[in-house]
């Protein structure tokens, strides 16, 4: 049994469990979270969250990318959010290469370079600063809150970093 057949198996008893429930496709508390793909994140456990609340657009770095903005476009535009959460966090992997580096190596590998920005970064905080401003700064984001923050994947403690 490879791993997704035995996610399929636990989906069963999950449907079973569960049965059928309507939720409202509009987030109830109106905010869409930008963050990142790592599987260490449980937002909805650490934040208090429930199924139906909140949009969560995630990528590798949590970062900016043409594809978050129109997520968080979407998100606002025709479901309703009004405030934008950006959460990175501790001990990310963007922090573990040099961004120019592995473009090289990509570039040798594939013979052409990567036509996006892959997202390396020193300081996490400084990260998140760059991906508010970002967001802030988009044309298509409604930039009437735009908060952000890093989560400690050690011990699940959620810090606001101040962003001018």
């Not at 979407?74 to 990175?88: A, C, N």
Request: with cysteine; hydrophobic share 40%.
């Amino acid at each position: 049994m490879t791993v997704i057949d035995e996610l399929l198996a636990h989906n069963r008893q999950y449907v079973d469990q569960h049965g059928h429930r309507e939720l409202a496709t509009s987030p109830t508390l109106h905010l869409a979270v930008l963050t990142c793909m790592d599987s260490r994140l449980d937002l909805f456990g650490a934040l208090g969250l429930d199924l139906g609340e909140v949009h969560l657009v995630r990528n590798a770095g949590g970062i900016a990318t043409d594809d978050a903005i129109r997520s968080l476009l979407l998100s606002q535009r025709l479901l309703g959010t009004r405030s934008v959460m950006v959460i990175h966090h501790t001990r990310c992997g963007l922090e573990s290469f040099d961004e120019e580096t592995l473009q090289e190596d990509l570039t040798a590998t594939f013979g052409v370079r990567p036509p996006f920005r892959l997202g390396a970064y020193r300081d996490v905080d400084e990260d998140v600063r760059s991906t508010v401003r970002a967001l802030r700064e988009s044309p298509f984001v409604d930039d009437a809150e735009i908060r952000g923050f890093v989560f400690d994947v050690d011990d699940g403690e959620l810090r606001e970093v101040s962003v001018s």
